[in-house]
C-alpha cells in the first residue's frame, strides 16, 4: 500500500504489519516513521486504528517502547506529538 507524504512524495508502508513496529534502531528513520503514524492516527485510519479502534492498545504500546528505548529525545517534535496522541487517547478512553 502506497501513501503520500504532506510534501507529495510517497511512502510505502504495510498496515497489516503493525507487528514489525516499533521500529528502535534505525535513529535516522525513528522521526520519519512515527510523524507518518500520528498522520494515520490523527486521520482515523480504519487500517491503523482497526475495527472499533481495536488497535489502539497496541499503538500507545508501541510509541511507548520508543521512548522506553530512548529511540527518539522527549525534546523532538514527533516525540511531543506522539505524547499528544496518547494523552487525547487516554482522555477519550479512559476518562
Do not use: W
Not at 39 to 60: F, K, Q, W
Amino acid at each position: 500500500m502506497t501513501f503520500y507524504t504532506k510534501d507529495g512524495s510517497s511512502y510505502c508502508i504495510h498496515l497489516c504489519r503493525l507487528h514489525s513496529l516499533p521500529v528502535l534502531e534505525d535513529t535516522d528513520e525513528v522521526p520519519h516513521v512515527y510523524d507518518y503514524l500520528c498522520d494515520l492516527i490523527e486521520r482515523n485510519h480504519p487500517m491503523v486504528l482497526g475495527v472499533n479502534n481495536s488497535n489502539l492498545p497496541n499503538l500507545i504500546q508501541i510509541m511507548t517502547d520508543v521512548f522506553v528505548k530512548n529511540a527518539i529525545k522527549i525534546e523532538h517534535i514527533v516525540a511531543r506529538r506522539m505524547i499528544t496522541i496518547i494523552r487525547e487517547i487516554q482522555v477519550a478512553y479512559v476518562g
